[in-house]
């Protein structure tokens, strides 16, 4: 599985953006799908995942109520909405593929994509 992230970009706080993980091969399906982000100086952090079928989803406390994760396995695509956008919300998101299923880890993910940065403005 290969993955392409985009969608970042410079907002403004409070405002919104939509971030897309384009992925490739027969069996994007398969795998739960999740967000990740690393802020400048910190370790990288778990955001959300979807799982397989798109049913069940899980979120870190920092972006509960604001941040929807979706998939559309027609087009092999994982989003992540982000609304009500934060200064501390910036940082490069990561996209990544779990074959197990929903994992919170790092260590769970088989592929990652290449990082899309999102900058919030205060």
């Known amino acids: 599985v290969q993955l392409q992230a985009s969608g970042g970009g410079l907002v403004q706080a409070g405002g919104s953006l939509r971030l897309s993980c384009a992925g490739s091969g027969p069996t994007f399906s398969n795998y739960g799908m999740g967000w990740f982000r690393q802020a400048p100086g910190k370790e990288r952090e778990f955001v959300a995942v979807?799982?397989?079928?798109?049913?069940?989803?899980q979120y870190a406390d920092s972006v509960k109520g604001r941040f929807t994760i979706s998939r559309d396995n027609a087009k092999k695509t994982v989003y992540l909405q982000m609304n009500s956008l934060k200064p501390e919300d910036t940082a490069v998101y990561y996209c990544?593929?779990?074959?197990?299923?929903?994992?919170?880890?790092?260590?769970?993910?088989?592929?990652w994509g290449q990082g899309t940065l999102v900058t919030v403005s205060s």
């Open positions: 990544a593929a779990d074959f197990r299923g929903v994992g919170v880890q790092e260590s769970e993910y088989e592929y």
């Open positions: 979807i799982s397989r079928s798109g049913i069940t989803t």
